[in-house]
């Protein structure tokens, strides 16, 4: 099955920073998902987007809709210890089966 | 409570042995899936089903069976035919075909290992 390009595969930063990551597909979705997880957990839907553009924030997490729909973004602001784990995309055409990204693992240091 | 529910989260199998892991959701979601995570990997489909008494392979289903008899549950059998069992598996369930809600939700997880 299709796998969709995440990056960055990792990130280090300071607690305070920013932190930006996208994920891309070769294939058009009409749905972008963005998932965290932590370690021996399940996935955790962070954000859900269905429209072309959209831009949907959730406390300090903004993720945004590519406008080719081929693209999604995640924005962490101010990044805090518990922010740490892996983030993880998924997209969807059909609403029946979703792709998913291989992740994007952060790190905060104190 | 509403969610879905694995069990159970831990699982020791010896080599040889068939094992079912469980899943169950009370969401009242239609489909349901299957996905394997080894670790650093992302997410790999095992099965999937749209709707009761149906169900398709995905991109591993090789050593794998499941059953979809109830909405709420759709259990995975990994047999002695699964040559590298040991692993995570996620269990998920969607409200597909809703166009705007299409939104995949995961259970906790259950990490089996082969002795």
């Not at chain 2, 068939?18 to 995570?37: G, I, K």
């Not at chain 2, 075909?97 to 259970?107: E, I, K, L, P, V």
């Amino acid at each position: 099955g299709q796998q969709l390009n995440q990056s960055p595969q990792s990130m280090f930063i300071q607690e305070g920073e920013d932190v930006s990551m996208n994920c891309t597909s070769s294939s058009i979705f009409n749905t972008w998902l963005w998932y965290k997880q932590d370690p021996g957990e399940g996935p955790v839907l962070l954000i859900a987007l269905y429209k072309a553009g959209e831009l949907t924030s959730n406390g300090r997490l903004t993720a945004q809709f590519g406008i080719t729909r081929k693209d999604s973004f995640l924005n962490i602001s101010a990044s805090i210890p518990s922010d740490v784990g892996i983030y993880f995309c998924a997209g969807s055409n059909t609403g029946n089966q979703f792709y998913f990204g291989t992740g994007t693992s952060l790190t905060v240091i104190p | 409570d509403g969610g879905i529910t694995q069990s159970p989260k831990y699982l020791f199998r010896k080599e040889g042995q068939n094992v079912t892991l469980s899943c169950e959701q009370n969401l009242n979601h239609d489909a349901m899936y299957w996905y394997r995570q080894d670790p650093g990997q992302g997410l790999r489909l095992i099965y999937y089903s749209q709707i009761v008494n149906d169900f398709q392979k995905g991109d591993i289903a090789e050593g794998y069976s499941v059953s979809r008899e109830k909405k709420e549950s759709f259990p995975l059998t990994v047999t002695s035919a699964q040559k590298n069992p040991t692993a995570f598996y996620l269990c998920a369930s969607s409200s597909w075909g809703q166009g705007a809600s299409d939104t995949q939700y995961f259970g906790p997880g259950t990490r089996l290992t082969v002795l």
